[in-house]
């Protein structure tokens, strides 16, 4: 049983959902969703603490050896991006979903469990895989389903958001699934380690350079890289408040792990950094994202669209991190993965909360918010703490490293960056505060916060970035460990 | 190996040229469809005839036993996946439209703007 924890990561899931059809009755399914995606989170980290003490775990699938069978290759970067993954489904399946958000009627609820759970096994696969195609296919089995679930808007902008999201998507995946084929032409292998051994001597040619372009900018789009981002701000804004969380939380992350997995275990520090130079495109892109995001938020009416904006800004501080590629910069980008999936995820939440009471996710609505919703308001003002980065939750730890990352490249100019774009931050975040605690309507409200069960998993998330803020050894010495180990063989 | 001689690659360049155009190009939501499915083949194409080897066969041992020359198997079978793939997207890509144009009474791209600025 033990040691097939890692097959059962995705297997238990995939199997899970055609099983939601089957009940039906929706808090059954519900209940059985959720003790699913809970047992993946509780094999997430038993396989984390595996790998922490006895190093990379490795899993033949079907008992065929690698590199000829498929393997799962579980080391310190990717059981980390799985316990973040894992963490927020288990987050988002407690949160009770609103009829009101959703296209579908209670009694199809069942539905949307059985496209989460879909989503959820796709995501663990990528992560979890040591395959190059195995990454494609799960890419496509949690991009699939995260269509269908963004689709379950209920404004009808929600299906025009989905069907572009899906036509960027395909493209993505296809240019990877090129990208892919490239490198088997030239190596005759698919097995991401040994890719990372039999790609050295070819590096040179120009179908590797192509292999390499195809499949960068394919996963560029999965994560919305500024300017590949045109897909995200729709798709957040109108699918339901719950998707967002989770898809903003995990969907992007996994794209930025394997867009980490291909740069450093595939193709080589040495490649992507002294030959191709990718730091010379990627750190000007991620400064204008982190700009670009920032300002657009500022500018937005509607809640839910300035949190998708302020999202291509954060995308912009992980592919920063990437593009420094020094240790600092590294364990930045990587724990500001896990850091933003706990505030934006959380953030998302609060909407979910505040819709639940509030007609519109326009931000006027949430005039007077403050006294009428004081749990939920307070929770929003943490998490935005966190966007800016304030000392004391996650986003400063972040930051710091980032900052520490172009400091020791001597970018004082990123750096100075980094800290102008969390001014932006504060200005965005503020506008919503000031909506909420400072109009000038003083008539006596009632207090009419949102249900507990939704107070409860929004404030597990807006904890979990102050608690993280101040405790560290999970995500940054987690980060700091699979940072080193990721540039180990290079510098 | 001159240009022509690596003909397949310039069909596949040629279709997912085609693809891509259409995917961009036209408003009606069916065609984008079809483009991205193009788009897709393409790709699929690329692959298999990459496995190609001149003069191989299936490769199945010959009764008797002996060696045969056979075409790389492996790129064949991976694209029997992304050809179930390409059908899915494909099936959910006309499943939204179905819903799109019962939302908007429309398929066309620039018809569904037009409302939605309307709306705003």
Redesign the interface.
């Known amino acids: 049983m033990i040691e097939h924890l890692p097959a059962l990561q995705t297997v238990l899931p995939l199997l899970a959902a055609p099983v939601c059809v089957l009940l039906r009755r929706a808090a059954l399914v519900r209940v059985f969703a959720a003790l699913v995606t809970w047992s993946c989170l509780a094999i997430a980290f038993s396989l984390l603490q595996e790998v922490l003490r006895n190093g990379a775990v490795s899993y033949e699938l079907g008992g065929w050896a690698p590199p000829l069978g498929i393997e799962y290759r579980i080391d310190v970067l990717n059981a980390y991006v799985l316990v973040l993954v894992a963490t927020m489904a288990s987050v988002v399946i407690a949160f009770p979903l609103a009829g009101r958000e959703l296209r579908i009627p209670k009694e199809r609820f069942f539905l949307f469990y059985a496209l989460f759970l879909l989503c959820l096994a796709g995501l663990l696969g990528i992560t979890i895989t040591g395959d190059l195609f195995n990454i494609f296919v799960f890419l496509e089995i949690s991009s699939l389903s995260a269509y269908a679930l963004i689709g379950l808007g209920r404004d009808r902008r929600a299906l025009t958001a989905a069907f572009s999201y899906l036509a960027m998507g395909t493209v993505g995946g296809a240019f990877i699934l090129i990208g892919i084929g490239l490198v088997y032409q030239m190596t005759g292998t698919l097995n991401i380690v040994d890719l990372g051994q039999r790609l050295p001597p070819v590096l040179g040619t120009r179908t590797v350079w192509m292999a390499f372009a195809f499949l960068v900018v394919g996963t560029s789009i999965k994560l919305a890289a500024f300017p590949l981002h045109q897909w995200l701000p729709n798709a957040y804004t109108y699918a339901p408040s719950v998707v967002s969380a989770f898809l903003s939380a995990t969907a992007t992350k996994v794209a930025y792990y394997v867009l980490v997995r291909l740069l450093f275990t595939v193709f080589g520090f040495a490649f992507v950094f002294e030959r191709v130079q990718l730091t010379a495109l990627l750190l000007p892109l991620s400064l204008i994202a982190m700009v670009v995001g920032s300002l657009a938020a500022i500018y937005q009416t509607d809640i839910k669209r300035l949190l998708a904006y302020s999202s291509i800004a954060q995308i912009g501080y992980m592919t920063l991190g990437l593009s420094l590629a020094n240790l600092d910069g590294l364990t930045g980008g990587l724990v500001h993965l896990f850091n933003h999936g706990l505030i934006k995820g959380g953030l998302f939440l609060v909407v979910a909360c505040a819709l639940s009471r509030v007609e519109s996710p326009r931000i006027e609505s949430l005039r007077g918010m403050g006294k009428r919703m004081p749990w939920t308001m307070a929770a929003f003002v943490v998490g935005g703490l966190g966007l800016i980065g304030i000392p004391g939750t996650v986003g400063f730890v972040s930051k710091w490293y980032l900052v520490l990352g172009a400091l020791d490249k001597g970018l004082y100019f990123v750096a100075f960056m980094i800290l102008a774009s969390s001014l932006l931050a504060v200005i965005y975040v503020w506008r919503v505060v000031e909506v909420m605690y400072f109009s000038d309507e003083e008539q006596a409200v009632e207090r009419h916060d949102a249900p507990l069960s939704m107070l409860l998993p929004t404030w597990v998330l807006i904890g979990a970035t102050i608690y993280f803020g101040f405790d560290t050894e999970l995500t940054a010495g987690v980060a700091e460990k699979a940072a080193a180990y990721l540039l180990g063989g290079a510098s | 190996m001159n240009i022509l001689g690596l003909w397949n690659y310039w069909i596949v360049i040629a279709l997912m040229m085609i693809g ?1 155009y259409i ?1 961009i190009a036209r408003e009606n ?1 069916v065609k ?1 469809v079809m483009g ?1 499915n193009i ?2 083949v393409s ?1 699929i194409m ?2 298999v005839s ?1 496995a190609k080897v001149r003069g191989g066969t299936a490769p199945i041992v010959p009764e008797g036993g002996g060696d045969v020359l056979y075409s790389n198997p492996l ?1 064949h079978v ?1 694209m029997l ?2 050809i179930v ?1 390409g059908v ?2 494909t099936g ?2 006309l499943a ?2 179905v ?2 144009y019962e ?2 009474g429309s398929i066309e ?1 620039d018809q ?1 703007r037009e409302m ?1 600025r309307a709306e705003e």
């Open positions: 891509l995917l939501l984008k991205l788009f897709q790709v690329f692959w990459i790129p991976l996946t992304a793939v899915a997207t959910l890509g939204l439209i819903r799109i939302a908007y791209e569904i939605d």
